[in-house]
């Protein structure tokens, strides 16, 4: 095995620290572990294969989730598997949700072998989402020994497959449409799983790039996938043919950094920069409101989201693709076309005290009401010994500086070929008028609300008094 492989699952393991009790005797070291995701047929298997017979020299553990009864992907990998290793196979579930505690038990009990195993390779089924995974190395064993003890996630990798990505961010098919759901309550589309997939990836393998027809669109794929997620590292292959020490013992994962990854979170950290994504016609917006949105105006906009012209621009060059995606917008009405992902709050006027989670990915687009604004509760609530001081400075500010308080819209929309123009203004048009603010509140419950009708105004207008006094009794 390469030397580089062999440093970087002992700097790992070393960075892991000593293992607590219940940890394999004599290996005085955590279990390190990389998760591989991806749709099926973007090439998983595949890359398991390269690595179960390049490994030489390492004593490999290997886990194959599969959501059939039969389990072709771990029958398989059986057949690269030593004597001395282990492989187990999960079938008839998925490991981020109905298997998640078999999965548990047998990294503990990977993790607690003797003699130990180098590294542990786990295989999802193509409809996983890595967080859930992830999440399942905090929590503790049977024997009420946490997996942190045990195990360390090393690399959340994902593959993809680049001949059907577009197609996929723009479907709006779902997980039961393709005959992949996990089960009858499984409402999942495709490209909620798709985003899910690369937002929380540490290393996104880019597979089966020669299928794509040209260099611009390969460049262009490359500076989507980039935008999604700036931290992750890139590697473009064919036949899922990696180094390995780009996926073993990288030391990359990190809940913490993991959970602020996401290119949406990144942009709305730091607005107004020009990214060289933008020469391919990858680019953002952010947007940014003090005012309420109408609700009928801002649903008649809502059109487009996911609605890509897969095409190669022939002109080059920010300019042209910038102007070729506003004719685009414009012919078609729909001023959210090319956008793919789209992630924020907002400040709706017949939602009046509520913060509504807005997020799109792809065609698919999803409203829907989270905690009250600070405004919107008695000044305790949120100025007492139990909020920290930043927060509550924050607030005191936002009580100070504006009419309405916290109260506003902050949005980035991601895409290809967006216009920024045609975006910001379909937004400014749908808020509120001077007219309509002074109405306030019996012009604003008169509203027509075609995302939560009356209920939701009675609702979400105002906090109820038991959901103030839930809230002031946390403190």
């Not at 194959?64 to 079938?91: P, R, W, Y």
């Not at 779902?174 to 985003?195: E, I, W, Y």
């Not at 090319?338 to 913060?355: C, F, P, Q």
Request: glycine letters at 8%; a negative charge.
């Amino acid at each position: 095995l390469p030397t580089e492989i062999m440093a970087g699952i002992a700097e790992a393991k070393e960075a892991a620290g000593p293992a607590a009790s219940g940890a394999p005797e004599g290996s005085g070291r955590l279990l390190p572990v990389t998760v591989l995701s991806g749709f099926l047929g973007a090439g998983k298997s595949t890359l398991l294969h390269h690595i179960l017979t390049n490994k030489k020299g390492l004593r490999v553990a290997v886990i194959v989730n599969d959501m059939a009864s039969v389990n072709i992907d771990a029958k398989n990998a059986a057949h690269v598997v030593s004597a001395e290793e282990k492989l187990v196979e999960m079938s008839n579930g998925c490991i981020c949700c109905t298997l998640r505690g078999d999965l548990l038990q047998h990294v503990a009990e990977l993790a607690r072998a003797d003699p130990p195993y180098d590294y542990l390779l786990i295989e999802s089924t193509g409809i996983s989402e890595p967080l859930p995974v992830a999440q399942t190395f905090t929590f503790e064993a049977g024997d009420g020994v946490s997996l942190t003890k045990l195990a360390k996630l090393d690399c959340l990798v994902t593959v993809v497959d680049c001949a059907v990505l577009l197609e996929v961010l723009s479907s709006v098919e779902t997980l039961a449409d393709v005959g992949q759901a996990a089960g009858p309550q499984d409402k999942r589309c495709l490209c909620n799983l798709m985003v899910d997939q690369l937002e929380w990836a540490n290393v996104i393998l880019l597979n089966k790039m020669d299928l794509v027809p040209d260099a611009a669109s390969k460049a262009k794929l490359e500076a989507l996938v980039r935008k999604m997620n700036p931290e992750a590292k890139l590697l473009c292959c064919e036949k899922s043919v990696v180094e390995l020490e780009e996926i073993l013992g990288t030391g990359l994962f990190d809940m913490d950094k993991a959970a602020t990854s996401a290119g949406w979170i990144k942009e709305l950290e730091s607005p107004g920069h020009m990214p060289e994504t933008e020469e391919f016609g990858i680019s953002s917006i952010v947007y940014k409101a003090r005012k309420p949105f109408h609700p009928v105006r801002l649903e008649r906009i809502l059109r487009g989201f996911g609605q890509l012209d897969l095409s190669t621009p022939a002109s080059p060059g920010a300019a042209a693709t910038a102007a070729e995606g506003a004719s685009k917008a414009e012919g078609s009405g729909k001023p959210f076309f090319g956008v793919i992902r789209s992630k924020g709050e907002i400040w709706l006027a017949t939602a009046h005290s509520y913060r509504l989670d807005w997020q799109s990915s792809g065609r698919r687009f999803d409203l829907n009401p989270t905690s009250p604004f600070a405004a919107a509760l008695p000044t305790a609530a949120w100025d007492n010994d139990q909020v920290p001081t930043e927060v509550r400075e924050k607030m005191r500010g936002f009580m100070r500086d504006y009419p309405h308080g916290d109260r506003a819209t902050e949005l980035v929309c991601i895409g290809v070929d967006i216009d920024k123009a045609a975006i910001t203004a379909a937004f400014d048009d749908a808020l509120l008028t001077d007219e309509e603010m002074a109405t306030f509140p019996d012009g604003w419950t008169a509203m027509q609300d075609p995302f939560f009708g009356e209920a939701g105004k009675q609702r979400f207008f105002y906090v109820d008094a038991n959901t103030v006094k839930r809230i002031m009794g946390m403190h």
